[in-house]
């Protein structure tokens, strides 16, 4: 049985960050239609989603706050 690769964005967070990450990636689905995403991926993740295609984030949660500058 031929794998069908679909392109999928995943949206994360780093277990040693709270900056909301994302990345586009290929992989197989399963019998079910679910994506495999493999294990050395998820590792000191915590996956937010896994959207279909590639996704352009625009903004994100903490873009806002790294922006605004104090006067002093």
């Given amino acids: 049985m031929t794998k069908i ?25 399963n019998e079910s239609g679910r994506v495999i995403i493999p294990q050395e991926f998820k590792e000191n993740k915590s996956i937010v989603a896994v959207c279909l295609g590639e996704i352009t ?16």
């Fill in 5 to 29: 690769i679909t392109t999928v964005t995943i949206i994360y967070y780093n277990e040693n960050s709270l900056e909301l990450q994302h990345e586009v990636k290929r992989y197989p689905k």
């Fill in 57 to 72: 984030i625009i903004n994100k949660i903490g873009d806002r706050i790294k922006s605004i500058g104090i006067e002093g």
